[in-house]
């Protein structure tokens, strides 16, 4: 057999780069001292940090960096389980060490910002790494104006949103364990498009699966803009199984989109009614990360517009956008959608530094969502590229059954599905 | 189908050849530019497609609890179950609706990448 032009290709990159090193040795940068391509990715998260790995896997001559503000990753995946008493918060969070392993180069710190024309990202610290390619994944954040009243200061100490895992995952659950029985949890769940489209209703699941178990007179009501939403039968009929009438619902329709909150009075109102709550979780509607929008990535929308199969801003070329913070439509804005939209985005960026066509783009997104520990649905689509735009498959996906003669073994199969998602990113 | 095939295995040899004159290069300049850091991943529409099964199946295939591991089995046994969850022939949970999303050459691609882990 006979080295193909990509392997030749390396091989010249390799070879040309060893001069470059010797010219400039003890020169420290994320630089083509190395005479290597660089890629940069803002982010540790679902999307960051497998873009990174499976960059280097696909070719590990590229010198990566992924700069991320913790030295871990906390998921929103499985927080429900934290918030309802079932998991430590340990157990849901990811250090990096498998990565650098990998031979990414894993940088702490705040990325302040980005200069698409100079191909350069700057950290708070004055840093600056320069790229050839830049993935960015950084995301979600909120529009606290939407609600009066609420803010930055009252999601972090009254009503936590808990829409990023960590403090206010911690805070939740105390504020739950601290709540009498009989009490009430007021959940404001918010309006699309959002991060984790089954989340809240799991959510309010695994919290009156801890009220059912601990404080049994307590109620539950969402207050809900939105006139349906994510696996909807599956939940009501779980819901109706497991918990009885404890979990009311009021959708857009019959005025449950939140309008105003006062944390002093623990009330919040919504279709120009006042409720009182003793716990009350307001998820308010979310836009792209900052850094997308310091960086001009976002469109008015507040989400980024990129170019299908590639994850390449239609805004600004050479920077990638994965994750939440990307326009991915059909895909939800999941971390199973992530870890695939970075898998494809990897592969078509280093396809690109060898001027390759990538493999045809695919995608999968499986959702299982945890109605109680023993109660699982799922939701399931598989995607491809139609006329130069993303699709589902026509014919394949849905979701589980009703009647719930899967549920038993869909909830093995939500903890297997972690395990083996957390490992794919950051175990191994 | 064969062109995957063929894609697959142009690309699986390149790493293992770079592999090998990074170790040269480690001897000759005192710099290695090889991977130390496991063998590359191919890239053909096998693996995008096998990358993304990844996130229920585990990295490589490996497997996780209840979550069959795929890695090593023979094409033929990957192939032939994909083969029957998507029609119907088999009953599962999710896999009757993922299976139905990939073509049969697609799914003869993504078996042999796993038979390949």
Redesign the interface.
Known sequence: ?S??R???L??SM??A??GA??GLAGCQSNGSV?G?KRVVVIGGGFGGATAAK?V??????VDVTMIDGQSSHTTCPFSNLVIGGLKDIDEITHDFSALE???VNVVKGWVTGIDAEARTVTLKDGSSYEYDRLVVSPGIDFNYDAIEGYSEEVANTTMPHAWQAGEQTLLLRKQLEEMEDGGTFIMAAPPNPFRCPPGPYERVSLVANYLKENKPNSKILVLDPKTGFSKEPLFREGWTANYGNMIEWIGGDFGGGVTKVDPDTMTVTAGGTEYQGDVINVIPSQKAGWIAHEAGLADDSGWCPINTGTYESTMKPGVHVVGDACIGSPLPKSG?AA??QA??CA?AI??MFHNEN???????N?CYSLVAPDYGI?V?????VKEGKTVS?E????V?PLGGK?AE??A??A???Y???T??IW?? | MSNNRE?AA??R???R??AA??LG?TL??G?S??????E??E???G???G?????????EG??????PRLAGLPKEVIAGKMLAYKSDGQEG??MN??????SDE?IQAVSEFFANQ
């Open positions: 057999m080295l193909s990509r392997g030749f390396k091989l390799a070879m780069g060893v090193v010797t190395t290597a499976y280097k896997l696909f070719d590990p001559t392993k990998r031979g199973f870890n695939s898998k494809n592969a280093v396809a990538p493999p045809e783009p695919s995608w999968v499986t799922s399931a689509a598989v995607y491809e498959v014919g394949a996906g849905g589980s899967n073994k869909e093995g199969y903890h297997d599905w395990a083996s998602i490992e794919d175990g191994s | 894609a142009s690309r040899l390149p790493a050849a770079l004159v990074g290069l000759f300049a710099v530019l090889a991977d130390d850091h496991g590359a991943m890239m053909s529409n693996s995008i497609i990358s993304t099964c990844m996130g229920c199946h585990g990295f490996k497997g996780s609890g209840n979550i949970t999710v609706r993922i299976a139905k999303g990939y697609e």
